[in-house]
């Protein structure tokens, strides 16, 4: 029974929920990883633990790099090439803590997503 009200609750939500929303909740979550990996640095996991978290982070990235890219997507240009730009440096963070991990390089994706998750939902504060 739980089940089938989660599930109904689940295909509500992907109807209702707008394409900030969704990108907010996303990017929320690819942050969440992050610092779960950062608090739990030593963990015998973390390796495995923080790969999941990184590539997660990486195909978000990459889905937004493609959506900026399109001709057709409606934000103004300088917008998109300024996250195009952050976008890049998100990159070359992912592939520099692959290559040497270390807790603090982390610290700069997990604040670009959640202020930007802040200021999909609008609760960015001036």
């Known amino acids: ?44 996991d973390r390796d495995e633990k923080l790969d999941s978290a990184l590539r997660f982070n990486q195909r978000i990235w990459s889905i937004f790099q493609g959506e900026l890219a399109k001709e057709e997507n409606p934000l103004p ?11 890049a440096f998100i990159d070359r963070r992912i592939f520099e803590t692959m290559a040497y991990p270390e807790p603090g390089k982390l610290n700069a994706i997990i604040n670009i997503n959640r202020n930007i998750a802040a200021g999909l939902s609008g609760s960015l504060q001036p």
């Open 77 to 87: 240009k300088q917008l998109k090439q300024d996250l195009l730009n952050l976008s």
């Open 1 to 44: 029974m739980y089940r089938d009200a989660m599930k109904t609750y689940e295909q509500v939500e992907k109807t209702t929920v707008s394409g900030r929303e969704t990108e907010a909740r996303v990017l929320t979550k690819a942050a969440q990883k992050l610092k779960d990996c950062q608090n739990n640095w030593n963990d015998h």
